[in-house]
């Protein structure tokens, strides 16, 4: 072996106890350098737009924050004429919580149904196929689903189904709610159906919002439940639990990572905007009827924010873009934690 020479090899950072590092070449060590700074700075150019974003809504509804200020959200007055100008978001600030609370009421149970059934009874060769069908919902455009709502739903619901349900309920009258002037009484549920069908209604921006949550929800609710540990499944069924307890013992113990797919759609039914829009009715008005039109705060700024031409009035719509933008966040916020809550359970096992 005389005449050979075997340099030590050179490590770019003195080896840890227990740690084998393997030799790295001078432009090896700059590639990993190069490919950490484009990682490092995606990660900079995506805050910072975020926070750009923000900056921008904060200046541009500077001024209707210091001249309506908190009264933004206690009126519903909205009239943008120059002189008798007034400007609230009650009224879009319940049509969107309405609308958003009737899309988790059905899309919830069913979107977590259709993850069951995708995990746990559907056979491999039918979960596959269904799985990528309820996916493929996710990237139908919300164009798409706005038209197939205003020329199909709609009609169907105003000649079908909500003359059932105005017939159902209108006679049920078990909770007083309320006094008219005239001196008539409102009751619950009648009240959920005043005013007979209209299919341009807060019904059908729940159930619109509903079909477009359904793959998000569905998807992440899948996942989790895949993650059920086999051990606990089957010392269930090895204890005599049927195949309804052990499903139960699997909703209960991904029960965090359910909850954040909920947020996730929450989310997007908030910031949903074409397809609300063409069949919500887009009126400025408050009614418990399920059957009154109605109005969202991204469904406002599609439809005003052009018009905006004085500086009142385009400061409030910046204030309108701003209040949504911070709800959708602080959404996704909760949820990505409590997504993250379930992935560090994992990791502890």
């Known amino acids: 072996m005389s005449g050979i020479e075997f340099s030590r090899p050179a490590y770019s950072e003195p080896a840890e106890p227990g740690v084998i590092y393997a030799p790295q070449s ?3 060590k700059w590639l990993d350098r190069l490919v950490y700074i484009a990682a490092l700075g995606g990660v900079l150019f995506s805050m910072a737009i975020l926070l750009t974003i923000f900056a921008v809504l904060v200046h541009g509804s500077w001024q209707a924050l210091g001249r309506i200020g908190l009264h933004f959200f206690t009126t519903q007055a909205w009239n943008p004429v120059p002189g008798r100008d007034k400007y609230g978001v009650l009224a879009f600030v319940y049509g969107t919580g309405v609308t958003t609370f009737l899309a988790l009421l059905f899309g919830v149970p069913l979107s977590i149904g259709v993850a069951v059934f995708i995990t746990r009874l559907a056979p491999r060769w039918m979960a596959g196929p269904v799985s990528f069908l309820v996916e493929l919902l996710a ?3 919300s164009i798409a689903y ?4 205003c020329f199909v739903m709609s009609p169907w619901l105003q000649n079908y189904l909500e003359p059932v349900i105005y017939h159902v309920l209108r006679h049920i009258k078990i909770i007083p709610v309320g006094k008219y002037p005239s001196g008539n009484i409102e009751f619950f549920p009648a009240n959920l159906v005043r005013g007979g069908p209209s299919g341009s209604d807060f019904l059908a921006g729940g159930l ?7 793959p998000i929800i569905t998807a992440i609710t899948r996942d989790v439940l895949r ?3 086999q051990e ?3 010392g269930a069924y090895g204890l005599g639990a049927t195949w309804w307890q052990t499903t139960r013992l699997a909703l209960v113990y991904c029960k965090a990572g359910i909850f954040g797919a909920v947020m996730l759609g929450m989310a997007r039914a908030i910031g949903e905007t074409m397809a609300v829009i063409m069949v919500i009715g887009n009126t400025d008005s408050i009614s418990a009827s399920l059957f009154a039109g109605g109005q969202t705060m991204s469904g406002v700024l599609a439809n005003e924010f052009m018009e905006a031409d004085h500086p009142i009035y385009l400061s409030a719509m910046f204030y309108v873009a701003l209040v949504l933008m911070l709800s ?3 959404t996704n916020v909760i949820a990505r934690a409590m997504l993250s809550r379930i992935s560090a359970g994992r990791d502890k096992r």
């Not at 706005?146 to 709502?149: A, D, I, M």
């Not at 619109?208 to 359904?214: A, F, S």
């Open 232 to 234: 606990l499944e089957q």
């Open 139 to 141: 990237a139908i455009p």
């Open 328 to 330: 959708s966040l602080l």
């Open 208 to 214: 619109i919002l509903t079909i477009m949550i359904l």
């Open 26 to 28: 001078g432009w090896r």
């Open 227 to 229: 993650q059920f540990p």
């Open 146 to 149: 706005g038209l197939w709502g």
